[in-house]
């Protein structure tokens, strides 16, 4: 059964000085978004009233790599699979992608607060290093434990609160 929901994680027109919110997009809560897992609602809220969504290629590939798991071992219908990829990449053509590039991979290979990081949160969070350099007030968008502690740690801000 699909669980997604109808958000897309597009950026809404905003007011003349309506404040904004620069969002990067980590993979636990992009997959909470669509398969409608606890904290989804809060997800949904903040990819709504995003004005700019950042996503790095890896929160793109874990999420697909779940849903082809889940399919893969029963637990999601091809035709629903099929669904959320699309959701997903209707989603992701709105976000602003940054790649995997050497400035991230410097930096993930690097140590973090609260060691140790797994690899793929490493990148996560040079990624996230990466963009707020250019967007000084970006928040952190993760359902992760041990991501938003690192985050926290760094000094980067959150969501959901």
């Not at 798991?69 to 992608?97: K, P, V």
């Not at 290979?109 to 797994?118: D, L, T």
């Amino acid at each position: 059964m699909i669980r997604a929901t109808e958000a897309h994680g597009c950026a809404p027109e905003r007011a003349p000085g309506q404040e904004s919110l620069n969002l990067y997009a980590e993979s636990s809560a992009v997959l909470a978004w669509l398969l409608g897992e606890p904290g989804a609602a809060a997800v949904r809220k903040a990819l709504a009233k995003a004005t700019r969504i950042v996503a790095s290629d890896l929160t793109l590939v874990e999420c697909d790599r779940v849903l082809i798991r889940a399919q893969t071992l029963g637990d999601l219908r091809e035709a629903d699979g099929a669904t959320l990829r699309g959701l997903l990449n209707s989603a992701a053509a709105h976000w602003n992608l940054l790649h995997v590039d050497r400035p991230v991979v410097e930096r993930a290979r690097q140590p973090f607060p609260g060691e140790p990081v797994r690899t793929m949160d490493a990148v996560h969070l040079a990624s996230a290093l990466v963009v707020g350099a250019a967007l000084s007030d970006l928040v952190v968008l993760s359902l992760d434990a041990r991501i938003r502690g690192a985050a926290r740690q760094l000094g980067l801000r959150l969501a959901p609160a």
